[in-house]
């Protein structure tokens, strides 16, 4: 029997997407194919926690190393969105008076938010060699090449002699296995009045639009409000705000203090009601899931499929981690989807993770394809302008949220 991480109750299982490579796992040469990494892909939940999580997650080696995929700098609608959060956590910090205050942030990546905090005392962690030096080179803030643990503790107060004023985290914590120990050590290391402020796609959203492919081996945990609030007190800290972001398709982000030194906000209340009448504490909300994710896949493979019969040409918009879910477990390869197109470097002109699509530069691209198929979606407004041209021309879209429809 599979346990709950995080009460020890029984893991239901819900959902099977099949075996999965790394959704980040682009393949750099054919003969990589052979010894390429699959493991199976199925969702769980817990009565006791209402935390859905993976059965089994991929150990966190494979998939934040030296060559890890995801640059957080390559969309400026996520940089301003980075700079809007920064600039909540800076009136914060003056509003509650906080002297010289300590700003960490858990998985800075290469920088696009810890660089907002350069004049403060601040530290990034990064296990991610390559994305941690682009950071360090580039911003010239401080980080660790480390995961963050109790050693890390050991070195903020060497290095700072104080309690972490604020802990921020974007699109991290849900991808940490040992999120027990991440919680004890926040409680652990966080001043009086300081916060966690964390953010992560939204449970409640991905069930509204059935973004199924928020699946993937580095999304261990899906958070909702609830299992946030029951999580956080296991550990001291108590949940008393959130708001809605749009980033990622839709998520949360969640405000977190000790010994309710700050009292609940009637908005975390207002999101408290709206979620209640999603049933996220209940089972039956994931097997209806589970339902939808199938027809989801028998339409966009007809339809995928009579395209191609009439000799259409289709290539995926983003080589997107969430789209090796939906390719993997529909089964698409080159016959369906001929290229993706993508802006990010280190994506170009490899493999996508098993169906081994090309990925090629835009700067590649000669003529327009019939259809893009939007693996991209959570961008869709940035992508939209940038494309009018294609637009113009009659180039449409297809997507699957919330269902299959030519756009
Ligand atoms: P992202 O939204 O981070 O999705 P995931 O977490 O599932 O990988 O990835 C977006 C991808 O799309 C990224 O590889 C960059 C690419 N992209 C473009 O190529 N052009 C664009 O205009 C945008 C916005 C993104």
């Known amino acids: 029997m599979k346990k709950c991480r995080i009460s020890g109750d029984k893991l239901i299982k819900f959902l099977d997407l099949g075996k999965q490579?790394?959704?980040?796992?682009?393949?750099?040469?054919?003969?990589?194919?052979?010894?390429?990494?699959?493991?199976?892909l199925e969702l769980g939940f817990s009565k006791?926690?209402?935390?859905?999580?993976?059965?089994?997650?991929?150990k966190k080696e494979k998939m934040f190393n030296n060559n890890y995929a995801f640059y957080s700098s390559t969309s400026s609608y996520m940089d301003k969105h980075f700079k809007k959060f920064a600039d909540e956590i800076k009136n914060f910090l003056l509003k509650k008076k906080l002297k010289k205050p300590l700003i960490v942030e858990i998985g800075s990546n290469d920088g696009i938010m810890l660089k907002r905090f350069k004049k403060f005392?601040?530290?990034?962690?990064?296990?991610?060699?390559?994305?941690?030096?682009?950071?360090?080179?580039?911003?010239?803030?401080?980080?660790?090449?480390?995961?963050?643990?109790?050693?890390?503790?050991?070195?903020?107060?060497?290095?700072?002699?104080?309690?972490?004023?604020?802990?921020?985290s974007t699109n991290v914590l849900g991808h940490i296995e040992d999120i027990q120990n991440v919680f004890k050590n926040i409680s652990q290391s966080l001043s009086d009045k300081g916060i966690l402020v964390f953010e992560d796609p939204y449970l409640g959203e991905i069930i509204k639009k059935n973004s199924y492919d928020q699946i993937y081996d580095e999304h261990i945990y899906f958070f909702s409000l609830i299992s946030v609030s029951k999580l956080a007190n296991m550990y001291n800290l108590n949940l008393f705000d959130a708001s809605p972001q749009q980033t990622h398709g839709g998520s949360m982000r969640y405000y977190l203090c000790k010994n309710n030194v700050y009292k609940k906000t009637s908005r975390l209340k207002k999101l408290f009601s709206n979620e209640k009448k999603l049933n996220l504490d209940k089972l039956k909300t994931y097997n209806l899931f589970t339902k939808r994710v199938k027809n989801s896949k028998e339409k966009l493979l007809s339809l995928l499929k009579k395209l191609k019969k009439n000799n259409k040409i289709i290539y995926a918009y983003g080589a997107t981690a969430k789209s090796t879910t939906i390719f993997n477990f529909c089964k698409i390869d080159d016959q369906l989807i001929n290229f993706y197109?993508?802006?990010?470097?280190?994506?170009?002109?490899?493999?996508?993770?098993?169906?081994?699509?090309?990925?090629?530069?835009?700067k590649k691209l000669s003529n327009f394809p019939d259809y893009y198929f939007l693996s991209a979606w959570n961008h869709k407004n940035e992508i939209f302008k940038k494309e009018k041209k294609y637009i113009k021309m009659g180039g449409k879209w297809i997507t699957h949220v919330p269902f299959v429809k030519i756009i």
């Open 121 to 168: 005392h601040h530290l990034g962690i990064e296990p991610a060699k390559n994305v941690a030096l682009v950071c360090k080179n580039k911003t010239k803030c401080k980080v660790l090449i480390e995961f963050y643990s109790k050693k890390t503790l050991n070195k903020i107060s060497r290095k700072f002699n104080k309690k972490v004023d604020v802990y921020y």
């Open 21 to 40: 490579p790394l959704g980040n796992g682009f393949l750099n040469s054919k003969k990589k194919f052979k010894t390429e990494y699959f493991y199976n």
């Open 341 to 362: 197109f993508d802006n990010t470097k280190i994506k170009q002109n490899k493999f996508s993770p098993g169906m081994h699509i090309k990925v090629k530069s835009f």
């Open 48 to 58: 006791k926690s209402s935390m859905v999580q993976l059965l089994k997650a991929p």
